[in-house]
C-alpha cells in the first residue's frame, strides 16, 4: 500500500485557545476565524491538504472542548466526533490533540482522557514560541514515552511551524488501541505526575499578565478602563473615519457625475445615476468607517482583554438575567448579529443560550452604521461638547448604548418569564495578553472588506436596482401633476403604508425605503438615496447628495424617530433565519420578530410624539 493510495482522516482536538484553528488554517491554506478566547470555533470545519511525501490528508477543525462530558452544544460535536457517534462523520484515523504548551496543567487533562478511549493519537504542543519565552522548559522525550504516543511541538502562527506535525503525518499511523491506558487513577493526579516529571516552570510568578490584570480586572478601575475602552470605539468609528468617509464619498460623486454626464438622458442614465450611483454609492461610502469599527473588534479579540471584559462584566449581567458567558456573543453582534447569534453556542445554559439568541439584534450591527451615520450628519450640529468631544459622537454612542441598555431590559423580562433551570458559574479560562500582530490585522480586514463588497455587488445591487425600476414604472399618465414617482408602483406602496407609520413621523419615502431594507439594513439608505435622487431629477438634474435633501424634506422629529427605529427593529431576515436555526423553533423567531418590532414602533412613537411637542 503507497501512502497516496488513501486519504488519512485527522481530527484536531483539544482545549479552547490552543490554536487548533490556527494550525487547521496553517494546514490547509484556510482563512477561519482564529481569536484569542476560548469558544471561537463552534461548528466543525473541513479541509484537505497534502503532506511533503504526497500523502492526502483530509483534517476536521474542532470546536475546543475541556473534558468529553460536554455542557454546551459546541463541545457536544467534539465529543461525539471522538466516540464516533457523530452523525455523517466516521472515527478519524488520528486523533491530533492539540495543547496549549504554556497551560500544561489545564490542558493534558484532557488528552489523558482522550487516551482513554484508545484510539490512534498524537500530541502537538502548540505555542511553543511562548512557551519558551516564559522559560518553561518540556522534556518531550520523557512525556512521549509516559503517554506512549508521539509528541510535536508546532508554533501555528510562525510559516513552517507546523513542520514536525507534518513529517509525523507522513509515518505510518500507530495502530488503534496501541495507546491503551489502563490506569484508572485520578486524572488530576496523573497530569500532576506527569507535570512533576518532565515540566520545569520559571521561577519568575510575577508576569506581565499579572501586572495588567491588577488593573484590567480591578472591580472599580478595571469597568471604568473597560467603559473608556467602549467609548473611544464609538468615538474613532465616526469622529476619525469622517475625513477619509467625505474623501471617499467625494470621489464616488464625482465619478458619478462624470459618468451621468457622459450618458444620454433617458432611463439607462437615469438607472446609473439615482440608482447605481446615489443609491449603492451612498452604501459604498461606509467602507472606511465599517472597516475601522472591525479593526477595534479585531484587535480586541486578538488582545485577550475580551474573556476579562466577559468576567468585569458577569455581575452586573446576572442583574438582567445574563452571565458574563454572553458579553462575547453580543460583542460579536455589534460586527452582525449572525456570528454573535452562532457564537451563543458555547454558552451552557440553554436559558442563557436562548435569552442571548433573543436580544443579540438588539446590539447595533455594523449594517446600521450607515442609516445612523446619515441621519446624524444630516440632523445633528457638528459641534464640540466640553472641548474634547463631538455632539454627534456622542449621538452615535448614545444609540449604541440604547441597544445595549434594551438588550440588558429585555433579558430581565425574559428572565422574569421564564423558569430559570438553575445558576451556572461562569468559568472563564484567562488567556495571555497577546500584541495583535498587523498582518492578522490586515487579513481580517481584507476578509471584512470583500464580504461587504460582495454584499454591495450582490444583495444590495440587485435590490437597489429593482427599486429603482419599481420608483420609475409606471410612468406618471399623460398630463399628470406632481413628481413622477408618485406614480410609481413603489410610490403607490408608500402612500399605502403611510397610515401605519404617520403616528412615529415616517414619510412615504421612508416607507419605501423599509421594505427593501428587511433583505439588508444597508438598502435602507441606498432605497432613500434612490427614492429621493428619481424625485428630485425632475426640477434637478443633477443627482444630488442624500443628506441635505433629507435635512430639507425632514423634521428633526422624524429624523429621532427612524434612529431610534433603527435600534430595535428586526430589519433583517438573515437574522430571523438563523434564529430559527439555532433555536431550531420558529416560535422563538416569531416572538423574536414580534417583541423587536413591537418595541421598535412603541419607541419611535414615543420619540415622535416627545419631539413633536417639545418644539
Ligand atoms: N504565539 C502564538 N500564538 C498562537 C499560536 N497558535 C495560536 N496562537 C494564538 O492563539 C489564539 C487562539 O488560537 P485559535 O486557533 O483561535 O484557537 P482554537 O484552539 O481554535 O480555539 P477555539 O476555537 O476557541 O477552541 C489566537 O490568538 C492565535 O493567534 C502559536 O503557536 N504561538
Ligand atoms: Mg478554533
Not at 493526579?189 to 515540566?199: G, I
Not at 468607517?289 to 471584559?309: D, N
Request: glycine content about 8%; charged content about 15%; overall charge neutral.
Amino acid at each position: 500500500m503507497t501512502a497516496e493510495s488513501t486519504t488519512l482522516n485527522i481530527a484536531l482536538v483539544g482545549s479552547p485557545n490552543c490554536g487548533k484553528t490556527a494550525l487547521f488554517n496553517r494546514l490547509t491554506g484556510s482563512r477561519q476565524k482564529v481569536a484569542n478566547y476560548a469558544g471561537v470555533t463552534v461548528e466543525r470545519k473541513e479541509g484537505l491538504f497534502n503532506t511533503p511525501a504526497g500523502r492526502r490528508v483530509r483534517v476536521l477543525d474542532l470546536p475546543g472542548a475541556y473534558s468529553l462530558d460536554a455542557n454546551s452544544p459546541d463541545e457536544a460535536i467534539t465529543r461525539d466526533l471522538c466516540r464516533g457517534t457523530l452523525a455523517g462523520e466516521t472515527r478519524p484515523d488520528l486523533l491530533v490533540c492539540v495543547v496549549d504548551a504554556t497551560n500544561l496543567r489545564l490542558h493534558l487533562r484532557f488528552v489523558l482522557e482522550l487516551r482513554r478511549l484508545g484510539q490512534p493519537m498524537v500530541l502537538v504542543l502548540n505555542l511553543m514560541d511562548q512557551a519558551k519565552r516564559r522559560g518553561i522548559l518540556i522534556d518531550t522525550a520523557l512525556l512521549q514515552q509516559r503517554l506512549g504516543m508521539p509528541v510535536i511541538e508546532t508554533v501555528a502562527i510562525k510559516s513552517g511551524g507546523t513542520q514536525a506535525l507534518l513529517a509525523a503525518l507522513d509515518e505510518e499511523a500507530p495502530a488503534p488501541g496501541a495507546v491503551e491506558d489502563t490506569d484508572d487513577s485520578d486524572l488530576h493526579a496523573q497530569v500532576s505526575a506527569l507535570l512533576a516529571e518532565a515540566v520545569t516552570m520559571p521561577d519568575r510568578t510575577d508576569r506581565l499578565d499579572d501586572r495588567l490584570d491588577r488593573w484590567l480586572l480591578h472591580p472599580v478601575l478595571g469597568l471604568v478602563i473597560l467603559a473608556v475602552v467602549m467609548f473611544l470605539m464609538f468615538q474613532a468609528v465616526f469622529a476619525w473615519a469622517a475625513p477619509v468617509q467625505n474623501l471617499f464619498g467625494g470621489g464616488i460623486a464625482a465619478l458619478g457625475a462624470q459618468v451621468g454626464a457622459w450618458l444620454p438622458e433617458g432611463p439607462v442614465r437615469s438607472l446609473v445615476q439615482d440608482g447605481l450611483f446615489s443609491g449603492l454609492g451612498t452604501v459604498m461610502e461606509f467602507l472606511p468607517q465599517i472597516l475601522l469599527l472591525f479593526a477595534f473588534i479585531l484587535a480586541l479579540e486578538e488582545s485577550g482583554y475580551l474573556p476579562r471584559a466577559a468576567f468585569l462584566l458577569d455581575r452586573p449581567m446576572r442583574a438582567s438575567g445574563l452571565t458574563g458567558r454572553s458579553f462575547i456573543p453580543l460583542l460579536s453582534s455589534f460586527a452582525c448579529a449572525i456570528p454573535g447569534i452562532m457564537a451563543t453556542r458555547s454558552i451552557q445554559g440553554p436559558r442563557d443560550r436562548l435569552t442571548t439568541i433573543l436580544v443579540a439584534p438588539l446590539m447595533t450591527c455594523s449594517a446600521r452604521l450607515p442609516v445612523y451615520t446619515l441621519l446624524i450628519s444630516a440632523f445633528i450640529p457638528r459641534q464640540e461638547v466640553l472641548g474634547v468631544f463631538n455632539l454627534q459622537g456622542l449621538v452615535m454612542f448614545a444609540l449604541y448604548a440604547a441597544g445595549i441598555v434594551s438588550a440588558l431590559g429585555a433579558a430581565w423580562v425574559i428572565k422574569l418569564l421564564r423558569r430559570d433551570d438553575g445558576e451556572h458559574v461562569l468559568l472563564l479560562e484567562l488567556p495571555s495578553y497577546r500584541l495583535p500582530q498587523l498582518r492578522d490585522l490586515a487579513i481580517g480586514l481584507w476578509e471584512r472588506a470583500s464580504i461587504f463588497l460582495r454584499r454591495v455587488t450582490g444583495i444590495i445591487l440587485s435590490l437597489t436596482v429593482l427599486l429603482w425600476f419599481l420608483s420609475t414604472y409606471p410612468g406618471p399618465p399623460e398630463g399628470a401633476v406632481g413628481p413622477a414617482i408618485d406614480y410609481s408602483l413603489a410610490g403607490r406602496i408608500g402612500h399605502w403604508m403611510v397610515p401605519f407609520f404617520a403616528p412615529i413621523g415616517f414619510t412615504w419615502q421612508i416607507c419605501i425605503a423599509l421594505i427593501p431594507g428587511l433583505a439588508a439594513r444597508e438598502v435602507a439608505v441606498a432605497a432613500l438615496a434612490t427614492v429621493y435622487a428619481i424625485s428630485a431629477s425632475g426640477d434637478d438634474a443633477a443627482a444630488q447628495a442624500l443628506s441635505p435633501l433629507i435635512a430639507a424634506d425632514w423634521s428633526v422629529a422624524t429624523a429621532l424617530s427612524l434612529l431610534v427605529w433603527y435600534v430595535y427593529a428586526p430589519q433583517c431576515l438573515s437574522t430571523i433565519a438563523v434564529i430559527k436555526r439555532e433555536t431550531n423553533s420558529w416560535k422563538q423567531a416569531g416572538i423574536a420578530t414580534f417583541y423587536l418590532f413591537a418595541l421598535a414602533y412603541l419607541a419611535s412613537f414615543i420619540t415622535y410624539q416627545t419631539a413633536v411637542a417639545w418644539r
